[in-house]
T-cell receptor
Framework: SAVISQKPSRDICQRGTSLTIQCQVD?????MFWYRQQPGQSLTLIAT?????????ESGFVIDKFPISRPNLTFSTLTVSNMSPEDSSIYLC??????????FGSGTRLTVV | DAKTTQPTSMDCAEGRAANLPCNHS???????VYWYRQIHSQGPQYIIH???NNETNEMASLIITEDRKSSTLILPHATLRDTAVYYC???????????FGTGTRLAVRP
């Protein structure tokens, strides 16, 4: 299955700033997904990113807060904008390769102070 | 996608089989049962999936009842490295999203 490299693995950011998280897949994938995992909680889907089109956001998530880029079939970024302490979470990307098993990055642990 | 219900936590002894149940009484005919696990500080890892037949791979076995309203993930010889949160997820054959529930926290004890 595909392997995803996610960067950064962790960061501590000041409130009001923005952080861009990158995910690189070692093979071309049709769809990529971004999740948020708040402390002690399960994963919540933020958006689905297809190459060449606007990302599709889930209820409660908006493009202004979480802009996503998908410039090609192996790469995507998620930006967490104008951060507040409530944005402190683990952010994970996922890819849908040809086979059934979705692959996940190792996550970005974000702390906003 | 339909909802699943899993016990919040379970434990088993190292070397013994771990049987993790999942109820999905409102499953649709075109929904697969997927199992993922998340080891602490890592991203989720795919384990196995099935539609209606029992499945086995190098990691685990998946037993789906005949009416498809429940399933069981079996780790035949649990090790300490199997300590993780296990998620049972339903996904439509034509859909692409994975929707995670709360999962079962499995603790394997020495």
């Amino acid at each position: 299955s595909a392997v995803i490299s996610q960067k950064p693995s962790r960061d501590i950011c000041q409130r009001g700033t923005s952080l861009t998280i990158q995910c690189q897949v070692d093979s071309q994938v049709t769809m990529m997904f971004w999740y948020r995992q708040q402390p002690g909680q399960s994963l919540t889907l933020i958006a689905t990113a297809n190459q060449g089109s606007e990302a599709t956001y889930e209820s409660g998530f908006v493009i202004d807060k979480f802009p996503i880029s998908r410039p090609n079939l192996t790469f995507s970024t998620l930006t967490v904008s104008n951060m507040s302490p409530e944005d402190s979470s683990i952010y994970l990307c996922s890819a849908l390769p040809q086979r059934h098993g979705y692959t996940f990055g190792s996550g970005t642990r974000l702390t906003v102070v | 996608d339909a909802k699943t219900t899993q016990p919040t936590s379970m434990d088993c002894a190292e070397g013994r089989a771990a049987n993790l149940p999942c109820n999905h009484s409102t499953i649709s005919g075109n929904e697969y049962v997927y199992w993922y696990r998340q080891i602490h500080s890592q991203g989720p890892q795919y384990i196995i999936h099935g539609l209606k037949n029992n499945e086995t791979n190098e990691m685990a076995s998946l037993i789906i009842t005949e009416d498809r309203k429940s399933s069981t993930l079996i780790l035949p010889h649990a090790t300490l490295r199997d300590t993780a949160v296990y998620y049972c997820i339903l996904k439509k054959s034509s859909g692409d999203k994975l929707t995670f529930g709360t999962g079962t926290r499995l603790a394997v004890r020495p």
